[in-house]
């Protein structure tokens, strides 16, 4: 029997990136907020401090601060049809555990999205035809427009003391930018980080083919830099230890950097750590979330802890199977197509070719997270589609983001995989080989979901979440499209040897990493119909739960998935003031 | 350190005595399994040791295996040494400390399966959903190595450590190219997906662990490792070679 605790007014599910900034908006009000996070504070730990935060063994190999997969994990099969199995290590993705969540251990890229990313289906529709989205591909609006969302991304990115070009200021396109971007009200926060060897080579090839190159916006702090809380960040070292690990420096923006340490000395702030939510109390007659049930992972005790509005914000994944452990809402069924929790699951298409340069020194360990240099031609709807046959595209770019050697090193094809001959070319290819790669976009497709798996169950006992997923025709078909491009870029930089063109096919393999941008879930949207938050993030179905983070996204696009989850997240700490003030379907 | 590069002298002066007294017939019977080693080492090392020499590489304190007992030992080192031959790059794989990093990896949170889902009900599926078998990593290890072992003496009519560099080579190409069908256990997999990212783990991986003995193999490729405050690094360095490549720093040089 779970102890109940005094009620509380704003509970987060979830110590993460969208807590920290929700939080921030709503205790500046003096609104009491109370976050449980089942992970630690990893501030002193040895992940957050030399030497030991240079261990690629520890916190990359063995992912050493990414969600355990002995407690929870889950389940995939590649299409409705087939039998899931449960995901025992997996590689693809990493949500991370602790103050500061999946953010502590991100490589930084800090997107805006399109413009028309947020009117998705009505911008395709309008440019090409009601014809043009296939019926199996349930693209939709979100219910609100980038211009809604433009001050929350600029405020977002002094928080976080982006390091980057504009391409787009007011309409106006500025040089060195990104010229498809969304108009923005400012420059970046901060300039650019420095340009890498790989970045030049790039830069003048593509230059030549006449596109228009320009820096990937970067969480990793090009100086030192204080943001308007006062809060500071060191300037980037270049350590290339980004990914998969904390910031020792203090130098990539992070939650546990420049979010928490300030809340936790604001009156009404409360974070509780080690504490496992295992579910929502739903009181589906009067259509609320009564209170959470956690389980302090330190004393073994259950607790029942009641609040006024509850807001999920933990990982992609989690947020989706709350709703349905506690069936709040109706579940996605693919066979009828109705049903809305578990919806629009999507992921990344990625691609790349390596290219090896003899006389070039790459010096991949000479990086951050997000030194690239990209170009947005081929990205999403920056392309005429009319006949290609799909939908969809990815940002191109040479990023070198790390050499560390466990995993970063390249050799030729058709290098033995041991003895001296492979030695022999990982000596002379390690300092002089790198990437062009496509972050493509991923639609959604009526036959990936997300629901509970009938059969594997968590640590706790409860469901695993079981991902129906797989890279369907139309991201394969636009992989090997843009994929194309790339070799064409390739084969102009005139590398001594070049790696094979090909794009990503299915199936979706587990045991490789591609990134930790899995979306969706939980779509918004302006219809109850097809989506299970509102323009707001408000349940339909439980109006004074809230839901935040790239699970409410219908789509991902070729961008990194940060930049709009975190002007949302700060949006609705705004709509949640005025929530509490008068409760009520924003 | 002195004390340590001592220490390893005295077990590789140990195993080639322990190799020539099996070879000569005079050790009892109990020992003679690791008298095999001894032969495995003194095969492998031995014969091309020209490199070890000037790099002084085997100055990781070797201090005994934790988990393998002398028919694993005898594999690994077997394994390690082909996979890694001593030559104008590196020493063998042994003086590497590859067959000590695996000892270690399989003793350890590593090997023991920590962080891995290990619920049933325990069925097989497609390559791509990953590892579906109840064993852990250790117990994984220990089930291949028979079936690899049964498998070479299969092919070849004896033992791994016994076979030619040549032939011992083909062997690993052929697991890793799945090559071997043993009835029970996915002798493939158990290559590809367990003992090469070890193997490779094993050369890359910071010295802390007891593998990439003296940095040999961050030397060979010019990763400079620690502490990697490269601000101004980033520009002085682009496109050039950088110094601190040739000596790399590991977390045992800042501990």
């Known amino acids: ?586 | 350190m002195t004390k340590d590069k001592e220490a390893n002298n005295d077990r590789r002066t140990f195993l080639r005595q322990t190799a020539t007294a099996t070879l000569a017939g005079t050790v009892p019977i109990g020992s003679r399994a690791f008298g095999a080693v001894g032969i495995a080492v003194v095969a492998a090392t031995s014969a091309n040791n020209t490199h070890a020499a000037d790099t002084s590489p085997a100055s990781a304190p070797f201090t005994g295996y934790q988990f393998l007992g002398p028919l694993e030992a005898t594999f690994v080192e077997t394994m390690v040494n082909i996979m890694c031959p001593a030559d104008q790059y590196t020493p063998n794989g042994v003086d590497c400390g590859l067959a000590n990093y695996i000892d270690r990896q399989l003793a350890g949170a590593f090997g023991q399966g920590e962080g891995r889902y290990m619920r049933g009900p325990w069925k097989q599926g497609k390559p791509q959903l990953g590892y579906q078998l109840p064993l852990t990593p250790a117990q994984f290890f220990m089930a291949g190595l028979g079936a690899a072992s049964d498998a070479c003496t299969r092919k070849y009519g004896k033992s791994f450590d016994q076979l030619s560099a040549a032939d011992a080579n083909t062997f690993l190409q052929d697991l890793q190219a799945n090559k071997y069908a043993d009835p029970r256990v996915p002798l493939a997999s158990w290559f590809n997906d367990l003992i090469y990212p070890l193997f490779v783990q094993a050369c890359f991986a910071d010295p802390m662990y007891g593998g990439n003995n003296g940095k040999t193999f961050w030397k060979l490729v010019g990763y400079p490792g620690l502490p990697a405050t490269h601000t101004i690094d980033m520009v002085q360095y682009r496109g050039k070679p950088y110094p601190g490549a040739k000596d790399p720093k590991s977390i045992v040089d800042f501990s």
Request: overall charge neutral; glycine content about 12%.
């Open chain 1, 1 to 586: 029997m779970a102890t109940k605790l005094d009620k509380r007014t704003i509970v987060i599910v979830g110590g993460g990136l969208t807590a920290g900034l929700v939080a921030r908006q709503l205790t500046a009000k003096g609104i009491e907020v109370l976050v449980l996070e089942r992970g630690v504070d990893h501030r002193a730990g040895a992940g957050a401090k030399l030497p030991n935060q240079r261990d690629e063994l520890r916190w990359d190999t063995r992912q050493g601060l990414i969600q355990n997969w002995a407690v929870q994990t889950y389940s995939l099969r590649h299409s409705s049809g087939e039998e899931s199995l449960p995901v025992r290590w997996m590689e693809a993705f990493l949500p991370g555990e602790g103050m500061g969540g999946a953010a502590n251990h991100w490589n930084g890229h800090t997107w805006r999205w399109a413009e028309y990313d947020p009117i998705l289906r009505s911008h395709y529709e309008t440019r090409y035809g009601k014809g043009i989205i296939p019926a199996n591909m349930p693209l939709q609006d979100w219910g609100v427009t980038y211009a809604e969302m433009e001050p929350y991304h600029d405020l977002f990115e002094k928080l976080f003391g982006i390091s980057g070009k504009a391409g787009n200021i007011d309409g106006k396109i500025q040089p060195g930018g990104n010229p498809f971007e969304a108009p923005r009200k400012n420059e970046y926060p901060q300039k650019p980080l420095e340009i890498t060897e790989a970045g030049l080579i790039f830069k003048t090839a593509v230059e030549a083919m006449g596109y228009k190159p320009f820096p990937t916006p970067a969480g990793n702090s090009s100086g030192a830099y204080t943001n308007p809380d006062g809060q500071k960040l060191g300037q980037c070292q270049y350590c290339g230890h980004c990914e998969r690990f904390i910031c020792e420096a203090q130098a990539k923006a992070s939650p546990e950097v420049l979010l928490y340490p300030m809340l936790l000395q604001r009156k009404g702030f409360e974070i509780r750590l080690r504490c496992h939510v295992l579910g929502l109390n739903y009181d589906k007659q009067g259509k609320r979330i009564t209170g959470v049930r956690y389980v302090d992972l330190v004393t073994g005790t259950e607790y029942e802890q009641p609040a006024d509005v509850v807001v999920l914000g933990a990982f992609t994944m989690s947020n989706t199977r709350f709703l349905l452990l506690d069936g709040v809402g109706k579940p996605y069924d693919p066979k009828t197509r109705s049903g809305v929790v578990g919806k629009n699951f999507c992921y990344q298409t990625y691609s790349g070719v390596a290219v090896f340069f003899k006389d070039r020194w790459i010096n991949p360990f000479l990086a951050s997270g997000s030194t690239g240099t990209v170009i947005d031609e081929f990205n999403n709807d920056n392309f005429d589609h009319a006949g290609l046959g799909f939908l969809g595209g990815g940002g191109i770019g040479a990023g070198v983001f790390n050499g560390r050697p466990i995993a970063n090193r390249r050799v030729p094809p058709g290098t033995p995989a041991w003895g001296t001959k492979w030695k022999e070319a990982n000596a002379a290819w390690y300092a002089h080989s790198f990437s062009v790669g496509a972050q493509g976009s991923c639609y959604p497709h009526v036959d990936n979901y997300l629901d509970l798996d009938p059969q594997y169950r968590d640590a706790y006992g409860q469901p695993l979440l079981r991902m129906t997923f797989d890279f369907r025709e139309n991201e394969i078909k636009m992989s090997e499209w843009v994929t194309q491009k790339i070799g064409a870029i390739t084969k102009a930089m005139a590398p001594d040897i070049m790696g094979p063109v090909a794009g990503r096919k299915a199936p979706f393999d587990t045991r490789q990493y591609q990134s930790t941008h899995v979306t969706g879930g939980t779509p918004m949207g302006a219809d109850p119909g097809n989506s299970v938050v509102s323009p707001h993030l408000q349940h339909w179905d439980a109006e004074n739960l809230f839901v935040v983070g790239a699970s409410v996204y219908p789509h991902n696009s070729g961008f990194n998935p940060t930049g709009p989850l975190s002007a949302l997240a700060l949006r609705l700490g705004d709509d949640l003031v005025s929530y509490t003030q008068r409760p009520r379907m924003l």
